[in-house]
């Protein structure tokens, strides 16, 4: 024999038990309007089916304001496709009244009584049809009928202040007051008894009332354009209820002490009907609400009765549950820079992953693949990367306090917190709590972001990859070898001078806060870079203030290029060596290193001695210019290079001539070399005049060149 199986409500009418499956049950709620109702403790409130003379009694619920009380009840009916019935009340035990429809939806717009409708052909053995028939009114009273109706003077009080109908707009408001009534009663009835209803019978219950009132009052009555509009009304009342569970989360962190269902069923219920009716609320509520997500953990029997009771919950419809949190989670990421939706996300992964908890983790290790199932994100990566792109929340670490517990009991929502970080984010994060793995992918991910290659935080990712605790042997051996290939090919290939200039400051000022790998392959890379770019260090690099850390990192970079550039020219005269000094930029940052004292201890033996021939050489030079013993190739070295053989001067400390005077031999000599041009090419034309007319001018053409 088939067990027989009992419904829950708000006041035990539906807790019937039917053996007969020949009928079908129906639990009717009702309100029932003053302009009906005289006395609700005295008059009794009834259901009658077509054809059928047949009373069925419904029982008072509860008084609500301005004179309105709500009625429910259980009555059978036999199984058919379509069931006609009204509301009756009996007055006084000696007046029946009819309820009153007005059905202006059909386009017939005159007073009359009309049946309510219901179906039952679609009713299942175990089922418990909830019927909410809204608002039971009277019939309108014109002026002359007042004294043939008992009702007549109760009117004639003021209870009621409309005696007489204006017409069918003036009706079709009190219909509109009449449905908004019924959807905020009907709601407030149901929510207050969540500690009775569980997850997917309140739903289902829900569900009824919303079937319910829209089939009377927009089907039949036609109080709204659209369906659309009719949810609209629903959602505006709908959210005052779940914003009032959503309090009750504020109010008490430990959901169990303050409703008797779990708190996780409850907060599903909350999502599920927010995002069915595309309700909205901000941020700090909706932060609550994915706490409450959040379930319980047995961590000593490695399981969590709060998963266990949502699928118990929504047996029939754990799909649909999946599909809304998936789309409120989507909502948050591409609306709100709250990380509230990673409470979320273990519940999200069991639904939609199909893992379990406390599950072993896979040995997979496709974190690099183009679908990012690996992280747990397939479904919402591109809403992920808007989040990334307005993410400011400043402390991942505090958010990882609050989510580890939960990485052993769903091994996807490390990867899912990792992914969601930003890479300052992910650079300031405490790792202790953050598997291995995980640390290692999301490494691999950002040390090939070609655009971060240009912040120096970059280069801390690196360090903190090489330091990654990893068992010595093959694996740790091979992944180094990994990183240090890496990192010196993309070092390696860096050509612009941002890039350049990026590695340059690190080498220089913090060389110190990386392990010694690292700093092997940063101090290679400067060398080389500092080849390339350098003009990194100028006259400006070099003050005072310099601390010593920095003037012996810029002694490594100027020792090397010195080697470089002397490694394969050799100068041995002082034309040589002056053009070398004009052309070769470094060699005015050498000029003042080494005639500052404090700056000098840099410079190796061998690059001194050189420098001090060097500062000899331009010594002499000074001198010829002030002389006008200059030879001339040295006179247009110095004119073809003057900013930096200016440069060179002033950096000279102990000179001997004034700067000014060196300026002004410069000047001259440069007047007179014009004018030495210019008659030489007078007299060279001279000479070719002569020779080319028989002269014999040979003899004075050497002198000339002599002179």
């Known amino acids: 024999m088939m067990a027989e199986h009992v419904y829950k409500s708000d006041t035990g009418y539906a807790n019937a038990v039917r053996r007969d499956y020949t009928d079908v049950e129906y639990c009717m709620h009702v309100i029932v309007a003053p302009t009906i109702l005289s006395d609700s403790q005295k008059d009794k409130v009834f259901v009658k089916f077509l054809g059928s003379d047949d009373s069925n009694p419904l029982k008072f619920k509860r008084e609500l304001e ?18 006609f019935y009204k509301y009756y009340v009996l007055i006084n035990g000696s007046e029946e009244v009819k309820e009153f429809i007005y059905r202006q939806g059909d386009g017939k717009r005159k007073k009359g009584i009309w049946y309510r409708t219901m179906g039952s052909k679609d009713i299942q053995k175990n089922d418990v049809y909830h019927i909410y028939d809204g608002v039971v009114q009277g019939e309108p009273l014109d002026e002359k ?16 202040k409309v005696s007489k109908w204006m017409g069918n707009d003036e009706y079709q408001k009190i219909l509109l007051i009449d449905a908004e009534l019924a959807m905020k009663e009907f709601m407030r009835g149901l929510f207050a008894d969540i500690n009775n209803i569980r997850g997917e019978e309140l739903i289902l219950r829900f569900s009824d009332i919303v079937q319910g009132l829209r089939k009377f009052y927009y089907m039949k009555e036609k109080l709204w354009s659209s369906v659309d509009d009719f949810n609209k009304t629903i959602a505006e009342v709908l959210k005052t209820n779940l914003m009032s569970l959503i309090n009750r989360f504020k109010e008490s962190p430990q959901i169990s002490d303050n409703i008797v269902n779990s ?4 907060a599903v219920s909350i999502v599920y009907l927010k995002e069915q009716y595309d309700i909205t609320f901000n941020t700090i509520d909706l932060s609550h609400l994915c706490k409450a997500l959040l379930p319980n953990l047995d961590k000593a029997q490695r399981q969590s009765a709060d998963l266990e009771d949502i699928n118990k919950s929504y047996p029939t419809k754990i799909r649909e549950v999946a599909r809304y949190l998936l789309s409120m989670v989507k909502r948050l990421l591409n609306n709100s820079k709250s990380p509230c939706w990673l409470y979320c996300i273990p519940l999200l992964h069991v639904l939609q992953e199909g893992i379990y908890p406390y599950q072993d983790v896979p040995k997979a290790i496709n974190h690099n693949d183009p679908v990012p199932r690996w992280w747990g994100i397939d479904n919402i990566s591109s809403e992920l990367e808007v989040y990334k792109s ?44 953050v598997p291995p793995d995980v640390m290692l992918a999301a490494f691999y991910y950002f040390v090939k972001d070609e655009k971060l290659s240009r912040d120096e935080s970059w280069i801390y990712l690196w360090n903190d990859a090489f330091s990654t605790e990893i068992p ?32 340059l400051d690190v080498f220089c000022e913090r060389l110190d806060d990386f392990g010694n790998i690292l700093q092997e392959i940063l101090t290679k890379s400067a060398l080389k870079a500092f080849e390339i770019f350098t003009d990194y260090l100028s006259l400006n690099s070099f003050a005072e203030s310099t601390n010593a850390r920095k003037l012996q990192q810029y002694g490594k970079l100027l020792h090397h290029i010195f080697d470089k550039e002397f490694g394969r020219n050799k100068l041995t005269d002082t034309t040589s060596v002056l053009q070398h000094a004009l052309v070769w930029s470094p060699f005015v940052v050498f000029t003042k290193v080494y005639c500052n004292t404090n700056f000098q201890r840099v410079l190796k033996d061998k690059c001194k001695e050189h420098m001090q021939k060097s500062i000899a050489i331009m010594h002499s030079v000074c001198q010829e210019l002030i002389t006008g013993n200059i030879t001339i190739q040295n006179l247009k070295n110095i004119l073809s290079a003057e900013s930096n053989f200016k440069s060179i001067v002033k950096e000279i ?34 000479v070719y005049i002569c020779e080319n007319s028989g002269g014999k001018f040979y003899v004075h053409n050497s002198r000339l060149w002599y002179i």
Do not use: C
């Open 66 to 83: 301005d004179g309105y009380v709500e009625y429910e009840g259980v009555l059978k009916a036999k199984k058919g496709n379509l069931i």
């Open 653 to 686: 400390k102990d000179l001997r001539f004034d700067f000014g005077t060196v300026e002004a031999s410069i000047d001259l000599k440069r007047k007179q070399l014009l004018a030495f041009e210019s008659d030489k090419a007078a007299v060279q034309n001279f």
């Open 263 to 266: 708190g996780i069923t409850t």
């Open 145 to 160: 009928d007042k004294d043939q109706n008992i009702l007549s003077k109760w009117i004639s009080k003021g209870l009621k």
């Open 472 to 503: 010595a042997g093959n694996v740790k051996d091979s992944y180094i070898d990994f990183l240090r290939t890496s990192l010196e090919s993309r070092l390696g290939n860096t050509v612009y001078e941002y890039q350049l200039k990026t590695i």
């Open 390 to 433: 307005k993410s400011d929340f400043e402390s991942p670490s505090e958010l990882v306090q609050l989510l580890h517990p939960y990485f052993e009991m769903d091994y996807l929502l490390p990867r899912t917190f990792v992914a969601s970080l930003s890479f300052n984010q992910f650079v300031a994060l405490d790792t202790k709590h």
